[in-house]
């Protein structure tokens, strides 16, 4: 495998190459949303200028070849996750809605008092929500996965989590890639060991998809969801893999049309997945543009996208460590870092580091991020985030650096 | 970094630094909370009203420069106010704050004209003024027993 | 109001202008889905070449600018629909998961055994399944207003609605136009009707949207549904107008990011309406470019829209009554017709019409329509339906009588 | 129109509108339904086996053009067959509407070769032909008391 050209890879996205506040634009803000290769637009407006028609239930020229492109995007994105069957991709809007269809039709289908859904502290509230609301509604228990570490060793409590796995536990959910400290967790493994109690396993991998190589039977859970506008592709589409045996079993989410096989005034019966899941006209065109998107970070290269996202982190962790009075998140030692690093600086809040950082046209990223109790056990109000994708260099996190020297000096008075 | 200095004046700099009136007030008799869920910042506004007037004023919480300066110079505007002046006041700075219109007179409320500048930070510029009304509004608390 | 220049905007949609199976184009299917003038597309690509990023927790100048254009779009919406405040727009995938929305949320929170949740029969499935199942699982009983009359006359009984709506009816929800039968129904005397028992409306305004003025404040309804790419806007976005008192005491749908005010381990705060209803990176970029379609609609002008559609619908259907053995679905005389036909030719299925007229060129839609209970009712298998647009011609029409004829003379064998 | 005439071939048009075997079959003792979700399509199949033979066969339901003519054909080649026989029928048929490859000899089957350039057919083709497999595999029923 050749090194990819990384600066002539920069050159397919358009929106990169502009100026913010009279500065070149830095985009540091991928684990948000990622920016769109050329390609990707370009098939969103082939689709719309060529083929635009609604799909399934029409025999003209054009619905015929919407509906082809259609599930030929669904055949592509199982290609994408490593699944065997195009059938177990669901298309849904995003990470989010494909934990709300697991945690609403399979969850409240099987979950009843006295189970227990075991996810992690480390999850977004889009994994995490769904789970702590459907346990209150079936009287089901949750428990977490503790976050055990210093700052810049954190991770899962492997121990507790041997502990938390009792034959009770029906399910467990966690994050592949953590938007927030940037760790990306052994799903194998964790699933392995969900495995020995029986639990069905769902891995949100919304950070992961786009930035590494990931095959659903090498990891072997049971759900995997994840967002097409974080890997490249256009916002409003994302997609659920689930295990065929499970999403047959499990009742439909949404209704409506095309997930329907007979439907009487009183009684309706229902396709079989993935249609079943599927109300309401898809968001054809977009899903369509995803399989761009795939197409051009598979040519690129998942592992290299992963290894070259992994050294910017970790060339911006060092940097950063010079700063005085800041705290970096992070793995422990050995364990993988995703392609973003947090931080918290003693004098400036992040929302000031990101105004500031802004003004420089460093685009970066403060708050909670999506995971407020953990931020509140790290004892950490909010943080900065710095991600990075194919399309970013070392040279701007040098000016990310040289920025930040500035807020602090600021904000220190010093 | 001229619209930055504009937005971060040294009032604000100052008050972030040295925040006035920080800290929870053990005799106070009303309490609010606010909260901006965008961003996490937090902030709780403790008063003690006597009679109509706030006689002692206090705040804590969590957030950016612009938040705990803006929460620390209310509550050096809002001591010794009826809810009513508290009302006008906040009139006067909300005004500032999405304008950029500053008083003629030399003030420090001014320091936050930069702010309209950066319409998505106007939010935690009010976060403590509007915890602080909702505290004037809120039934009294003992505070001893809170 | 000066009369649009039809042929000249017909140039702005540049998917019509292609060859299929070697003949012109004729796309008679647009309320399956409707083609998208340049501007949508144009609007779409700006946004991603510009402005992409993420919104809402975003303080850096991309987030802030996509931020500002969401929340633009969902204040143009809300003038599109007449709501007086924006916080009463909720972006959705389209009309299907707005329904499903209000049914789970609402249907969830407010019925139970006793309550009568009132449809009618000219319902989609997507208007009809959710409210049948959300009945199933509360208990409440679902009925429905009958659609009366002869195949060209057809419409609801209107007696039969003021017998049915008891004060046990807690809902009301009917489609303002029907996809199937052509009919608008007159939505703001439903809805007056209903509000005299107090029942809660909901209009499903898929076909109506971006043909002919839509104010929810003249109709008088609770909810409102639509999808964008009917209106021709893009896949994959789409809306729930919402009376903001009901929309702030209704439960969470979705679950996650965006949507909640403080999340703990085990309990969780939610925002107000909309942002409530919002779970999850919203499709950004497809709201935004929705814009443009409702920009575009109203300088067209949706009254001179819903004549032209209404006049080339009459027409068509006076050219097919020529037809030998046509069975034509339609609104009595007086009641307006949407700008559709539907028709059951006696030699000749749906689906051999279809495939028929493809070879000329011609995009019809042909089977239930996902109508099925309606269809069986009136002992029609499927049937055949052209559907018109702004963009649409009479010779377009002339096109498919011509190639009707010879459909039928090819069947009946003469 | 030289496509529409390889996919409305003289034999489909005449099975469609002269369909062989249509109608319940009362003796029977094997039934199946079969519909296609996406246009509406349905078919029902009546057998009645005698022994592993199938003795009588009808068809009834709604559809297509494709899929009557189909039905029909269907019926007239499965009468006196097992079911393993009918099995490699259809194979055989299923080979024809999805690679448009006709059998050497001259024959009825042939005819539906043309589907196989309308992909979306092919279901409306094999509809009758799944009804029969399943009526087949199903369990005996008392066709008196249906
Ligand atoms: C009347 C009616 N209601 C609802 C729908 C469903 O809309 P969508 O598929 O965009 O969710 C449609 C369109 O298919 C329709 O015509
Ligand atoms: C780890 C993780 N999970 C889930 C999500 C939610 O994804 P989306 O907003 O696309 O539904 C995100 C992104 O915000 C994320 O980073």
Redesign the pocket.
């Known amino acids: 495998m050749s090194t990819p050209d990384w600066a002539a890879l920069r050159a397919d996205f358009p929106t990169l190459h502009q100026d913010v506040n009279g500065k070149a634009l830095v985009y540091l803000d991928s684990?948000?949303t990622a920016q769109k290769p050329r390609v990707v637009l370009d098939a969103l407006q082939d689709f719309y200028l060529n083929h635009n028609a609604n799909v399934h239930r029409g025999l003209h020229a054009l619905s015929m070849r919407a509906t082809d492109s259609y599930e030929a995007a669904r055949l592509r994105t199982a290609k994408f996750v490593g699944a065997a069957d195009p059938a177990e991709i669901v298309f849904t809007r995003?990470?989010?809605?494909s934990i709300n269809l697991v945690a609403s039709s399979w969850g409240a289908a099987n979950l009843k008092k006295g189970d227990v859904v075991l996810i992690t502290e480390m999850e977004?509230h889009?994994?995490l929500v769904p789970w702590q609301q459907i346990a209150l509604r079936t009287g089901a228990t949750l428990r977490y996965v503790p976050v055990v570490g210093s700052d810049a060793e954190l991770g899962l409590d492997l121990d507790a989590l041997d502990r938390l796995l009792t034959p009770e536990v029906k399910l467990f959910a966690f994050?592949h890639?953590?938007?927030t400290l940037g760790i990306v967790n052994d799903a194998a493994d964790l699933c392995a060991r969900a495995r020995k109690v029986g639990a069905i396993t769902v891995v949100?991998a919304?950070?992961t998809i786009g930035h590494q190589p990931v095959d659903v039977r090498a990891i072997g859970c049971d759900f995997l969801a994840f967002?097409g506008?974080?890997m490249a592709g256009p916002t409003g589409i994302?997609g659920l893999y689930g295990r065929k045996a499970l999403l047959d079993a499990m009742p439909p989410y949404q209704l409506g049309g095309g997930m329907i096989s007979v439907v009487d005034f009183f009684e309706t019966k229902f396709k079989p997945s993935p249609e079943r899941f599927e109300a309401g006209t898809p968001n054809v065109a977009d899903a369509v543009a995803l399989v761009a998107a795939m197409d051009y970070l598979d040519a690129v290269g998942r592992e290299a996208i992963a290894a070259h996202d992994r050294e910017l982190a970790a060339y911006a962790a060092t940097a950063l460590a010079e700063l005085p009075g800041i705290r970096i998140l992070g793995p422990r030692p050995g364990q993988p870092r995703a392609g973003l690093v947090s931080f918290a600086l003693k004098d400036a809040h992040a929302h000031d580091v990101v105004t500031f950082a802004d003004q420089d046209g460093i685009a970066l990223r403060g708050g909670h991020h999506?995971n407020q109790p953990l931020m509140k056990k790290l004892g950490l109000p909010s943080s900065t985030r710095a991600s990075f994708y194919l399309y970013n260099t070392r040279e701007e996190v040098d000016r990310l650096i040289v920025s930040l020297r500035r807020i602090v000096k600021f904000f220190s008075g010093v | 970094m001229s619209d930055l200095t504009d937005l971060y004046q040294q009032v604000i700099l100052d008050h972030n630094r040295r925040p006035r009136n920080r800290g929870k007030l053990p005799t106070a008799n009303r309490v609010a909370h606010g909260d901006n869920p965008t961003c996490g910042d937090q902030c709780s506004v403790y008063i003690r009203l006597e009679g109509d007037r706030i006689a002692e004023i206090g705040f804590d919480g969590s957030g950016c420069a612009i938040s705990q300066a803006s929460a620390s110079l209310m509550t050096t505007q809002l001591k010794g106010k009826t809810a009513a002046e508290a009302q006008a006041l906040f009139d006067n700075f909300h005004h500032i704050v999405t304008t950029g219109e500053a008083p003629e007179e030399i003030s420090d409320v001014a320091a936050f004209a930069g702010v309209h500048s950066f319409p998505a930070r106007i939010k935690c510029a009010t976060l403590g003024w509007h915890a602080a009304l909702n505290a004037l509004k809120s039934e009294p608390t003992d505070a001893s027993t809170e």
């Open positions: 684990a948000a995003g990470t989010t809605e977004h889009s994994n994050g890639g953590s938007n949100d919304a950070q967002s506008h974080k994302g999506c």
